[in-house]
Each structure stands twice: as C-alpha cells, then as structure tokens.
C-alpha cells in the first residue's frame, strides 16, 4: 500500500547499516561518511523493494537532499524504471505521486519566491532550478511551480533540456 510520507529512521555509515534501518513504505536513512552519501529508502509504493539514491556528485547522477527544520525534500523526482515503475517526489517529508501529485503551497509563499526569482534572472542567460533554490534558499519544487507559472504568463521562457529557465526576451510577459 502507497504511503504518503517519509520517517527518518536514523543515520549510517554504510549502505548496508542503513538499509538495515528501513522497513516499512517510507522509512528512510541516510549514509554518512564525512558527508552525505546516499539515502536508503523502503520503496513508498509499497512494492517491498529498498532503495539506495546516491547524494554523492563524486560517485555519479546525484539527487540533493534539503532539508529544513527537520523535514527532508529530495530533488530530482525518484523514477523507477524497474520493479513498481513508481514515480515520486519527497516535499517536506510529504511523498507526492506524480500522477495524483497537487502540492498546495500558499498564496504568500510562491509571491515570496516569485519576487526572489524575478530579481535573479536578469538576463538571457539560461538558470536551471536547482541553482535558483540554492540562490534564494527555497525547496527546489517550490522554485520549479513558480517557474512553471512564469513561462505560463510568458515572462520565462523552458530551455529544450527543462528545469532550466530564462527570460523570455521576445515574448509578450511582463517582468512584474
């Protein structure tokens, strides 16, 4: 049975101590050795499978972890290609499935970043989304709502490769 969120179970050194700690859709641990490695997770669909999402740049295809008054959002989106085929993302300890997924954020929350991304993509210059949360210290998913809205209104515009985002210079969007 699909869960809908997340429960830290605690912090590990290695792969196989943490996928120790994990049994139940949702659990998760970290492994940690001088820095975040990798999270394990009980696969939240509820297919059984563990799961190990590397944190590590070093290693490969990395995911980033935020994580925010003890709450835990993972960028990009987890899509498994194998076993349950599910296709999630973790928000706050919260698991969205990306065909039922409808965060409601609040009105005052995404005009907050919306005025944060605006005084940061100046140019034409291509920014993806993980580097404007990173600049304005929002959870990846909230900037990448409020740059969906954007290229919506036509004042940004998608790059060929998404989750990057530019001004559109020859559209009909303001720049409020």
């Not at 290609?81 to 919260?94: N, V």
Request: hydrophobic content about 35%; some cysteine.
């Amino acid at each position: 049975m699909r869960t809908r969120h997340v429960r830290m179970k605690g912090v590990a050194a290695s792969r196989g101590d943490a996928l120790a700690m994990i049994g139940a859709p949702g659990d998760l641990a970290l492994v940690e050795r001088g820095k975040l490695r990798a999270i394990a997770i009980q696969c939240p669909d509820g297919c059984g499978e563990k799961l190990t999402i590397n944190l590590d740049p070093d290693a490969g295809k990395a995911w980033r972890l935020y994580q925010d008054r003890d709450r835990y959002t993972l960028y990009p989106s987890v899509w498994r290609t194998t076993g349950c085929r599910s296709h999630f993302i973790i928000w706050g300890d919260q698991i969205y499935w990306m065909d039922s997924w409808d965060p409601r954020p609040s009105r005052q929350s995404l005009l907050t970043v919306r005025s944060e991304i605006l005084a940061r993509v100046t140019s034409d210059d291509w920014v993806s989304v993980e580097r404007l949360a990173f600049d304005v210290g929002e959870n990846p998913w909230l900037v990448a709502r409020v740059c969906q809205e954007l290229r919506r209104e036509g004042v940004f515009e998608e790059s060929e490769e998404r989750d990057s985002y530019r001004r559109n210079l020859r559209g009909s969007g303001s720049s409020c």
